[in-house]
């Protein structure tokens, strides 16, 4: 594997002074998915919180947790089990978290840093979704709460749909 490295460094070095100064060919399975700047972005945070976790002093039972993100009370986090505590159980899990009810709603073993990657962007997606849902359905209630106490006060009101969306 070396080779491979040295062997595409030495035809980087030899471009650039010949002076073609062309990079290397990449694959395009690869070249795809760095046009994605989200995903770019979602690595980051992904390496951010993995080294996170040599901070993060260890809980009790030997986990450690370090966030990725949180939309409301829904968080994706990285989660670090330690190997002698938990011998069948994952070392580290991505998983999505819901604080209100103190429950973890998904979890994907990380084996394979692009996959882990993936799947915590596809968390982080469905964070967000659930927490703007829940806003959603907020704002509902509170309108048709609103709605009810003018009535009560004798006004007459209905809800009416937005124009222009």
């Not at 006060?153 to 009416?160: E, I, K, N, V, W």
Request: with cysteine; charged share 30%.
């Amino acid at each position: 594997m070396n080779d491979q490295f040295a062997q595409r460094e030495d035809e980087q070095v030899s471009a650039f002074h010949d002076g073609r100064r062309s990079g290397p060919r990449w694959p395009s399975s690869v070249i795809a998915a760095r046009k994605s700047t989200s995903a770019n972005l979602i690595e980051r945070y992904f390496i951010s919180a993995y080294l996170s976790l040599f901070l993060v002093p260890a809980k009790q039972d030997g986990s450690k947790m370090a966030p990725l993100a949180r939309f409301g009370s829904y968080e994706v986090r990285l989660v670090e089990f330690a190997e002698d505590a938990c011998a069948e159980t994952p070392v580290l899990l991505v998983e999505l978290y819901r604080y209100d009810s103190c429950t973890a709603l998904d979890s994907f073993r990380c084996d394979d840093f692009d996959e882990a990657v993936v799947a915590a962007e596809n968390f982080i997606l469905r964070a967000k979704a659930l927490y703007e849902q829940g806003a959603s359905t907020t704002r509902q209630r509170l309108a048709q709460d609103i709605m009810e106490r003018l009535r009560d006060a004798g006004f007459s009101c209905d809800l009416l749909a937005r124009t222009g969306d």
